[in-house]
């Protein structure tokens, strides 16, 4: 079991609360590796609580599709599959979408020059070679559009699927090669937001989130294939 990740108190949470979103991002930084047994002793131990607040976490990441009960075996990490990818990017492709039609709409002045200024962090995140940084970046641009949206429910559900597709999302950053086209998706979707050209930015987010899948799909593949 991976030993990198512990317990985070935090008083205003209750701690079935804390050990979910401990083991969450355990498993969506890939602390907790797919396919790896999820024991709840070793779990409470590891954490400092007891069996049951683990429990309680694994019922809800199984909710999330981020674990699987096996039978006569328990609880695993969910494995990184061309089906669960390709299930969060229809849902994702659909709020994207909604997303910056209402952006076109309501983004001020103010909010298309924080988008810019995200843009240009955003590439020069990329001569790096911290993925974590460069993803916190990309999240950074796509916040600005979903803040733009001034819809509370929207910003929730992509939020949340945001967290599902952390582990996608850090596959894609690790292709090198992919970096132009997504430095030209970005700029085509701020071009098009400024314009208010709601049908030139609806079709270049879902192609955006079109090329993340195919190019994640064929890394998954490829993993299949060595295995």
Partial sequence: MGTDFE??????????DVV???????????????????MEIQLANKLGVSRTPIREAIRKLE?????????????????????NLRDVLEVRCALEELAVQLACDRMDEEGIKAMKE?????????????ITRIAQADVAFHDIIYAATDN?????????????????????????????????????????????????????????IKNQAEAVVDTIREKEESV
């Avoid at 317990?7 to 079935?16: A, F, G, K, N, S």
């Avoid at 990490?77 to 061309?82: C, K, S």
């Avoid at 995200?118 to 790096?128: M, W």
């Fill in 118 to 130: 995200a843009s240009a962090e955003f590439c020069n995140t990329l001569d790096s070679d911290d």
């Fill in 63 to 83: 909710l999330e599709g981020l674990v699987l009960m096996i039978p006569r075996k328990g609880a695993e990490v969910a494995e990184i599959t061309e089906k």
């Fill in 20 to 38: 979910f979103n401990t083991l969450r991002q355990a498993i969506l930084r890939g602390e907790l590796k797919p396919g790896e047994r999820l």
């Fill in 152 to 208: 509370r429910r929207l910003i929730q559900l992509l939020n949340n699927l945001r967290e599902q597709m952390y582990r996608y999302r850090i596959e894609y950053l690790k292709k090198k090669e992919c970096y132009p086209q997504l430095l030209e998706e970005h700029q085509t979707i701020i071009d098009s937001i400024e314009s208010r050209d709601k049908d030139r930015a609806t079709q270049i987010t879902g192609q955006h």
């Fill in 7 to 16: 317990v985070t108190m935090d008083e205003y949470l209750p701690l079935r």
